[in-house]
Nanobody, 120 residues
Framework: QVQLVESGGGLVQAGGSLRLSCAAS????MAWFRQAPGKEREFVAA????????NYADSVKGRFTISRDNAKNTMYLQMNSLKPEDTAVYYC?????????????????WGQGTQVTVSS
């Protein structure tokens, strides 16, 4: 069972930056998802366990960067040029599958979520 611990959320003004972290207990493909109030959870970005494959939602391309440090078993999401519409609870997922460049999340390895609030 993969254990996940997230950190780094907070309140920031539009145009600002935040970095989220997700520490995992194993070396697996990983991803970030987010869920805004009243909306379904949506994909944000994913990274393969080697770091060689990354994938982003169109809404965050050019603003967010996913990375990982396998020596620390930690995945990061650097979020720049934040917008109010980025406000959501951000969840990390691990042990998913990449198929033709698309990340399919596992059902058993979700973090507890970290709140990101972007004020206008």
């Amino acid at each position: 069972q993969v254990q996940l611990v997230e950190s780094g959320g907070g309140l920031v003004q539009a145009g600002g930056s935040l970095r989220l972290s997700c520490a995992a207990s194993g070396r697996t493909h990983m991803a970030w998802f987010r869920q805004a109030p009243g909306k379904e959870r949506e994909f944000v970005a994913a990274i393969s366990w080697t770091g060689g494959i990354t994938n982003y939602a169109d809404s965050v391309k050019g603003r967010f960067t996913i990375s990982r440090d396998n020596a620390k078993n930690t995945m990061y999401l650097q979020m720049n040029s934040l917008k109010p519409e980025d406000t959501a609870v951000y969840y990390c997922n691990a042990d998913g599958t990449f198929f033709k460049g698309t990340y399919y999340p596992s059902s058993h390895a979700w973090g507890q979520g970290t709140q990101v609030t972007v004020s206008s």
